[in-house]
């Protein structure tokens, strides 16, 4: 029986790029995010070219109910999820502290921390009935250290890093495995979505240097996934090579 995947913020990027090289490994997968549209796109793309099965669901992890409401709805089958990856975030704005605009932070806070924890909240029990189960979640560089004007999205991302050593401690007696996946820049939609659109700000962001690919960053989710039994990694920190911290680049 292949092991199923719940991944969350399928639709573009790193969890994009995860479902496929999951998929390609056998995993059947759930598929979530809040553009349809792309869901359905992916599916019948892994779908025609792996022999697995693919699921989608559709809801915004900002809204509790609605994130219970949707994976409470997969077929019983469905609920065995062995590896949930806590993927769907996003960075918006780009402002000092002073400055910031409150709708940003509102929306960095319920995504990146609240989202997170809503589904965690659902998934988890059934793996706790299982007593399996790994839960991977994303965090990033900028939940190790802060940086200029990344004062919100740096406080969301140590979130993460926090509750996912919450995590391990809660759920190690029921064999569940927690991990933390921390990668620098990676050239995604995510300036894009920073920037608000702004393309050209966007690209800048990977201007000058070779960042990391979305493909990178699924390869050591697969890695993680893929250790034996009795191995968990706790935490990854995954940089471009010309990428020495937060804030210190190689650039041409
Ligand atoms: P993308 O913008 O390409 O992908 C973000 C994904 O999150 C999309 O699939 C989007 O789907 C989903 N998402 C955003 N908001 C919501 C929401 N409210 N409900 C459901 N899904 C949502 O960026 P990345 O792939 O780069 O980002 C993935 C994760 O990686 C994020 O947590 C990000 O913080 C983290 N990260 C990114 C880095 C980078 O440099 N790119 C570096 C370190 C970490 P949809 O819009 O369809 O809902
Ligand atoms: C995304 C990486 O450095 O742009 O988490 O914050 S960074």
Redesign the pocket.
């Known amino acids: 029986m292949n092991k199923i995947a719940l991944i969350?913020?399928?639709?573009?990027?790193?969890?994009?790029a995860t479902a496929k090289i999951l998929a390609k490994n056998n995993f059947d997968l759930i598929v979530?995010?809040?553009?349809k549209e792309?869901l359905g796109l992916l599916k019948n793309n892994i779908e025609n070219n792996f022999n697995i099965k693919v699921l989608t669901l559709n809801?915004?992890?900002?809204d509790q109910k609605e994130t219970e409401n949707a994976i409470l709805s997969l077929p019983e089958n469905w609920k065995a999820i062995d590896v949930l990856i806590n993927?769907?975030?996003?960075?918006a704005g780009f402002d000092p502290i002073h400055n910031g605009n409150i709708n940003d932070w509102d929306q960095m806070i319920?995504?990146?921390i609240k989202?997170l924890l809503y589904v965690t909240r659902v998934v988890s029990p059934l793996m706790v009935n299982r007593k399996s189960g790994h839960i991977i979640n994303?965090?990033?560089?900028?939940g190790k250290e802060s940086y200029e004007n990344g004062n919100v999205y740096n406080a969301t991302?140590h979130a993460v890093e926090g509750v996912t050593k919450g995590m391990r401690i809660d759920l190690v007696k029921y064999n569940i495995k927690a991990t933390s996946i921390?990668?620098?820049?990676?050239?995604?939609?995510?300036?894009?979505?920073r920037f608000k659109g702004d393309n050209e700000k966007a690209k800048n962001v990977y201007k000058g240097f070779t960042?990391?690919f979305?493909e990178d960053?699924a390869e050591a989710i697969y890695f993680v996934v893929s250790r034996p039994a009795h191995v968990n990694i706790n935490d990854m920190l995954i940089m471009p090579t010309a990428q020495a911290s937060a804030t210190v680049f190689n650039k041409e």
Do not use: M, Q, Y
């Open positions: 969350t913020g399928a639709t573009s990027g790193i969890g994009e979530t995010g809040r553009r792309r809801f915004d992890v900002r993927n769907a975030g996003l960075a319920d995504t990146n989202g994303i965090g990033s560089i900028a991302k921390c990668p620098g820049a990676v050239d995604t939609e995510f300036s894009n979505v960042p990391l979305a960053i």
